[in-house]
């Protein structure tokens, strides 16, 4: 029975060591690091030299070699925001918004503090062609939560892992030591603990279910079927944003923020995933 | 007898009332010749009848015609009843000329009857010297020709010589002008080829607002000509010449002016400059300061004043040249306008304030501004005088201040975007610092779960802990067989003592105390047939139960019979007791 328990106890902290362990140092274990859907052949480069270069392309006014570069590295699982910030500007100085603006939105996904980024998304959709409104339910959210907004994924999981272990640690206590003072504590902790959950809830959704996306292209067609031969609602130039609410084949259905809904065809569009940014198919800058 | 005379004397009235039906109508006027100034009576009569519909005028397109009511008249003359209504109607002619009005149609029974024609001859008022007529309207230009926003002075003159009343005056369409009004109307006496008249004079300052030819249409004044009545004796007095005492009478007429036409110039292209802001007229600018001699950071106000006759709605703010001797606050204009019956002016305004930085004499900058002078047909200069002021330096408590004041608002400036661009890149490793994003890592879940196992888990231990305090059947259960476990070493002490009866002993003892603790009772003194009645009571396969039984009865025989078991049977024994009761410890929970 106690070989058992102890069994138990040992395989938990195991488990602990390995997930709290350090990071591994850059370059050395990437391929570990690679998703099914990433995987593909690296040149046999350092991801620091190649990191270096693509700084080295962009200062020399090399942007398309510097975004290509950018992608390659993120490509072979380096999935860090400072990489995609570095893809959006280098998008950017290309004159593709929609590229930059889908790429900025990605690192903002790793780095909602960042500044820079903020700076360089505003300006980079103040140059976008089409007036577009913003969803007023998810800017309240941003306003009000600041930690939904302030928070990425990760940050705002450990937040409710710590405070989930409080909650449990305080209800334990609890069950000790009776004390009404105690009790409003633990009342407070854990009303903090499930709004911070109902945030993260929402967020995984966010990240999840409720995808929008990025016209990438100079002007296209928005038409009222999955098909060339629909009629054509309305026009969307480079950087639009939008919401995608269906697939079907190569097409999709979208929702812009007034409530205007259409058909669009899917390589028109980037898709603020982070599985499906940079495309393994596109060859990066060169499209 | 009485009251038939009666009756039949009434239905001869009637009948006769009825026979003079013989329905008519007449047309007719009170003059057939006029001018354009006078208004003429239409009256159509219906003879013979009251109950007839309302006559039909044909249309009239060159009189203004206004309904003037009905009255109805019954006579009786040498017993022969006519009845009848006038319809009234007052024509005002729009032209002169020969026109035929009539004739007016009526409807009765289905039946058409028409009035008579009557030939109207309308002749020009102007066939008549005016200073020979009793009553007049002249309207006069101060000039014809004027510039785009000049001002034209408009004079409207009623003359009259005799007494007239319910004058009432329709101004024309002032199309392409801009009206501004002179003061009140004037009256003064004047004389004319020896005539005295009474004049009404009404003033307008017209601005054209455009070039081209403008047309200004008559003038049109309504009023009735009170005339005296001849047969008065009694009451002569003028007093009594107001129709309401029933002396005079009145004759409606219609006045008309002459019509105007404006050849409007466009403003000359030759001398306009950018200080030109629409100004036509006659202005001059006079500049004042509320102090001369003050600290820094003490206030003084600055007023310009435009002044003239002219569009003054037109001014504008002349500007100010900016100065780093001054900071300078805008106050709103004011524009006070002067309407007297000379012309159209007033003055503009402009108060700035000024708060000196420096200290010294300090020059106020002068303000310029041009405008079109009509008379002289030149746009001209308005510069105002160049003013200084000294500006003495404060105490050193305010100079605090000032330095205080200067730092925070008067020395700073808007920032100017020159440019825009993005933020640069990272450059900094940190970038390639692998950061992934997976709330489905299986650290997550544990780090997730572990608070509750080990919240679940203590809560369970606690109550284990409460029901081993509190249970003491639920106790002994539980230890029951541990403690058997406790006892193995000893048997198997006395496994290889041969002859011995302590192997049974132990082990029957061992057997029943756990029966005992598990069934919380004492186990000791237990016989197999209490224990079969006691397992029974449990649902227990019977086998197992013999079973139990059969390994009791043998031990007890090898403890009190003598009868011996070889070293591998007292091993089989005691791996089967050892079994039993780990099988029974599961089966039996409390």
Known sequence: MLVKKTRILSIIALGLFLFLRTDPVPGQSQSAQLKPSHSQTIEALDTTTLFTEANKRYKEDNYSDAAQLYEKLILSGVQNGELYYNLGNSYFKMGMLGKAILSYRLAELYLPRDQDLKTNLVYAREMTKDKLESRPLFSFLNEFCFWYSKLNLTELLIVFLILNGLCWALALIKIFLRNEYYNYLFLIILSITVIVSISLGLKLYHHYYSIEGVVVAKEISVRAGNGINNTPLFQLHDGAEFKIIEHQGAWSKIELGDGKRGWIENRWIGKCQLESWPALTSSGAST | MGKGKIFLASVILIIQVENAHALSLTAKVDKTEATLEDQIILTLSIEGTRRAGKPMLPPLPDFDMIPRG?????????????????????????????????????????????????????????????????????????????????????????????????????????????????????????????????????????????????????????????????????????????????????????????????????????????????????????????????????????????????????????????????????????????????????????????????????????????????????????????????????????????????????????????????????????????????????????????????????????????????????????????????????????????????????????????????????????????????????????????????????????????????????EKLLKQVKELTRWLDKKIRK
């Open chain 2, 70 to 570: 009905s009255s109805t008249r019954m006579q009786i003359i040498n017993g022969t009843i006519t009845s009848g209504i006038d319809y009234n109607y007052l024509l005002i002619p729009k032209k002169t000329g020969t026109f035929e009005i009539g004739p007016a149609t009526i409807q009765e029974n289905g039946e058409t009857i028409a009035s008579n024609t009557i030939t109207l001859r309308i002749a020009s008022s102007g066939t008549r010297p005016q200073a020979t007529q009793d009553v007049f309207i002249t309207t006069t230009v101060s000039s014809t020709s004027p510039y785009v926003n000049e001002q034209i002075i408009y004079t409207f003159k009623l003359y009259r010589g005799v007494k007239i009343a319910n004058a009432s005056l329709e101004n024309p369409s002032f199309e392409g002008l801009r009206v501004e009004p002179l003061g009140k109307e004037q009256e003064y006496e004047t004389v004319m080829n020896g005539r005295p008249f009474v004049v009404t004079e009404i003033r307008q300052a017209l601005f054209p607002t455009r070039e081209g030819t403008l047309e200004i249409g008559p003038a049109k004044l309504q009023c009735e000509i009170v005339m005296r009545s001849r047969r008065r004796g009694l009451f002569d007095d003028p007093f009594f010449d107001d129709s309401f005492f029933g002396f005079s009478r009145s004759e409606p007429k219609v006045l008309h002016s002459q019509p105007i036409t404006l050849h409007v110039k466009p403003l000359p292209t030759e001398g306009k400059t950018p200080l030109f802001g629409g100004l036509v007229g006659n202005f001059n600018i006079t500049t004042t300061l509320s102090k001369r001699q003050l600290s820094v950071g003490d206030t003084t106000t600055l007023t310009f004043t435009i002044k003239g006759s002219g569009n003054i709605r037109d001014a504008a703010s002349p500007e100010f040249p900016p100065s780093t001797d001054f900071k300078v606050y805008d106050d709103k204009p004011t524009l006070a306008v002067q309407d007297s019956g000379e012309g159209f002016g007033g003055t503009f305004t402009i108060k700035k304030a000024l708060v000196p930085l420096k200290e010294g004499s300090l020059k106020v900058p002068s303000v310029a501004f041009t405008y079109f002078h009509p008379e002289l047909g030149s746009y001209e200069l308005c510069k105002s005088t160049p003013l200084s002021i000294e500006v003495l330096p404060t105490s050193d408590k305010e100079k605090l201040n000032l330095v205080e004041a200067l730092g925070t608002t008067t020395s700073k400036e808007e920032i100017k975007i020159l440019g825009k661009d993005i933020l640069p890149i990272n450059t900094s490793l940190a970038a390639l610092r692998p950061y992934r994003i997976d709330p489905w890592h299986w650290g997550y879940l544990v780090c997730f779960s572990f608070p509750l196992i080990g919240y679940v888990g203590t809560v369970l231990m606690k109550k284990r802990k409460e029901r081993l305090e509190e249970d003491l059947g639920y106790a002994r259960s539980k230890s029951a067989l541990k403690n058997f476990n406790k006892k193995i070493p000893l048997i198997k002490k006395q496994l290889k003592t041969e002859g011995s009866t302590e192997f049974y002993r132990l082990t029957s003892k061992s057997l029943k105390d756990f029966l005992g603790d598990k069934l919380n009772i004492t186990g000791s003194a237990l016989t197999p047939l209490e224990v079969e009645h006691q397992l029974l009571t449990l649902t227990i396969l019977k086998d197992k139960i013999e079973e139990t039984k059969s390994i009791l009865h043998t031990l007890e025989t090898g403890q009190f019979a003598f009868e011996r078991h070889s070293l591998s049977e007292k």
